[in-house]
């Protein structure tokens, strides 16, 4: 499957974006689908992560509450509105797909998108 994200751009804090990534295939709702994000020099960091059908989902401590992970698979697009951003959510935004379990990790993630940057400003 390929990933192709878009959405991102420069917001101040406090407002909101909403990330798409939209994928190639038939499979997509095969897939479990996830967010990461990623700084210059460091790992790339766990956002959220959603079940196949959209029934469950996952987030990072840093993110609930704020953002929202959601998927239309008659559409094969993932989404992550972002809401309440804050300067320190400034980060290139990956969108990512595998075939295992809701994963908070990126090992298991088989399939990325090119990144999206967000940046928000103070």
């Known amino acids: 499957v390929q990933l192709q994200a878009s959405g991102g751009g420069l917001v101040q804090a406090g407002g909101s974006l909403r990330l798409s990534c939209a994928a190639s295939g038939r499979t997509f709702s095969s897939y479990v689908m996830g967010w990461f994000r990623q700084a210059p020099g460091l790992e790339r960091e766990f956002v959220a992560v959603i079940s196949r059908s959209g029934g469950t989902t996952s987030y990072a401590d840093s993110v609930k509450g704020r953002f929202t992970i959601s998927r239309d698979n008659a559409k094969n697009t993932v989404y992550l509105q972002m809401n309440s951003l804050k300067p320190e959510d400034t980060f290139v935004y990956y969108c990512?797909?595998?075939?295992?379990?809701?994963?908070?990790?990126?090992?298991?993630?088989?399939?990325w998108g090119q990144g999206t940057q967000v940046t928000v400003s103070s």
């Open positions: 990512a797909a595998t075939s295992q379990i809701l994963a908070r990790t990126a090992g298991p993630y088989n399939y």
